[in-house]
């Protein structure tokens, strides 16, 4: 049997080997979710609700501010006192992480997940029949390499899927010329409509190791995630749980344990990692609709059901092609959502604050 720390990926290459001996592990936790000033943690007493000691949040902190944060995928360790929340006090040193916007222009980026072993670049097959833009831009490998550099820096593995499989003509074929032309890294192709997608991914990992999955929306990561998952997972509500002491408390789950035993981090910052170096690109391949958009009554048209919407009217009389708009809405949105977090999150206000 393995301890429910170990279940959640924990091992001792964790510690440095000085605390090998003595370290406390019923202090440990792994970061599932995070809030703004809070984070959810699974530790061997249950979940729990844990806050930075105040001093972390000390103008004073400088430098070392942001770093210092936990991120999802982090081993804490925390202090708490019965009927008081838990004081994380320490974090980890990461063996593994990610960064977003790691091209950036101090070239560090901000970590956006700790320690996880794997990600997984899904790509998507289109039907031959069917012009999907972001289908194929999807499986660009050129694109696929810009995401691989940035995992390899962080140190995690990278493993690339091919999704959608059953709606490509030959597979294989695409999957083994990928393969050989990005030198080493693992290529696989899957079909989540398919119950073999989830052997075809649990082979790719150990158990316990952490994977973690990125790539353009529309490519079948959710539904990649749940048939691993195998539940309902509620990845954007909110889920209420008991913490340790038996009190309902509203989490934000981030971090999954599955049946096959390797763990899984699916997180809105995860996603939007494959936005960061992308975004300006993508849409700029669309500069026919923001010519069109620019005429649109309102400044800020989504293009959905705006009175006066040019983009609308070219799709309705067929100057622009009905998927190549999708595949831009689809991008669109996502910047939005994007945005919005960047709002709302402190934490994302100012690209490369704290470095
Ligand atoms: P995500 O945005 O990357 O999370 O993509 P979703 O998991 O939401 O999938 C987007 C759409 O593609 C959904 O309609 C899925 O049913 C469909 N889809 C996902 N995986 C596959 C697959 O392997 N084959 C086919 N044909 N459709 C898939
Ligand atoms: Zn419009």
């Known amino acids: ?57 000390a103008p004073g902190a400088g430098q070392e501010h942001l770093e210092i944060q ?52 899904v790509c998507a097959f289109a039907p031959p029949d069917v012009k999907s833009h972001v289908m194929r831009r999807s499986l660009n490998p050129r694109r696929i390499e810009r995401y691989l550099t940035a995992i390899e820096a962080g140190g995690a593995r990278p493993l690339v899927v091919l999704n959608k499989a059953d709606l490509a003509v030959d597979p294989e074929q695409a999957r083994s010329e990928l393969e050989a032309r990005l030198h080493g890294v693992r290529v696989i192709s899957t079909s989540a409509k398919d119950e073999s997608a989830t052997l075809a991914i649990i082979s790719e990992l150990l158990p316990q190791q952490t994977v973690g999955f990125v790539g353009l929306s529309g490519v079948g990561k959710s539904s990649l995630v749940n048939r691993l998952v195998r ?25 999954f344990t599955t049946p096959s035993g390797i763990l899984i981090i699916d997180t809105p910052g995860m996603r939007e990692f494959s936005l960061g170096e992308t975004t300006a690109s993508d849409l700029a391949a669309f500069s026919d609709i923001a010519r069109l958009a620019e005429r649109c009554r309102f400044g800020d048209c989504s293009h959905g059901q705006e009175p006066g919407c040019e983009v609308r009217r070219a799709v309705e009389d067929g100057s622009l092609d009905q998927d190549r708009f999708e595949s831009y809405r689809d991008l ?18 100012r690209p490369g604050r704290g470095n």
């Open 332 to 349: 669109f949105r996502e910047i939005q959502e994007h945005e919005r977090q960047k709002r709302e999150d402190p934490r994302r206000r």
């Open 231 to 255: 539940q309902e997972r509620q990845r954007t509500q909110e889920a209420r749980e008991a913490d340790a002491r038996g009190r309902h408390t509203t989490t934000h789950r981030e971090l």
């Open 1 to 57: 049997m393995i301890s429910p720390l170990e279940a959640l990926g924990w091992n001792d290459s964790f510690l440095e080997p000085e605390d090998r001996v003595d370290f406390d592990r019923a202090r440990l936790g792994r970061v599932v979710g995070q809030h703004r000033r809070q984070w959810d943690l699974l530790a061997e007493e249950g979940l729990l609700r844990g806050s930075l000691a105040g001093k972390r949040w």
């Open 70 to 121: 936990p991120v999802v995928g982090d081993w804490v360790t925390y202090r708490s006192d019965t009927g008081s929340t838990p004081i994380i006090d320490r974090i980890l040193p990461r063996r593994t992480e990610l960064r977003r916007g790691a091209a950036g222009r101090n070239g560090q980026g901000q970590v956006v997940v700790a320690n996880v072993d794997v990600v997984a670049v």
